[in-house]
């Protein structure tokens, strides 16, 4: 599978920006499609992410009730809409995707083997 992600720049905080990935390919079952982030001098953390199915939606702890990801199962796209943005969430946002596997933790990292090319995201004070 691959993904290519679009959107992203600079905003002052409490601004919102919008983020969008699209994946290529044949993917073998169900993909899960999510977004990562890392920060200056940070570890890669988890965002957001879907499931195909509606009721598989996850958010990352500091992101909940200010991000929302949406997805297009039938073009296969995500979107990461990102509201209430602080200095704190500027990073490298990186789409990714994976096979869905049940019983599985969707925020390990290790288990996410498709990464789109990462799009930066720059919030001023």
């Known amino acids: 599978v691959q993904l290519q992600a679009s959107g992203g720049g600079l905003v002052q905080a409490g601004g919102s920006l919008r983020l969008s990935c699209a994946a290529s390919?044949?993917?073998?079952?169900?993909?899960?499609m999510g977004w990562f982030r890392q920060g200056p001098g940070k570890e890669r953390e988890f965002v957001a992410a879907r499931g195909w199915s509606i009721n598989r939606v996850y958010y990352g702890g500091s992101v909940k009730g200010r991000f929302f990801i949406s997805r297009d199962n039938a073009k296969n796209t995500v979107t990461l809409q990102m509201n209430s943005l602080r200095p704190e969430d500027t990073a490298v946002y990186y789409c990714a995707a994976k096979k869905y596997v049940p019983d599985t933790d969707v925020d390990n990292l290790s288990l996410w083997d498709s990464w789109g090319q990462g799009t930066q995201v720059t919030v001023s004070s």
């Open positions: 390919g044949s993917p073998d079952g169900w993909l899960d």
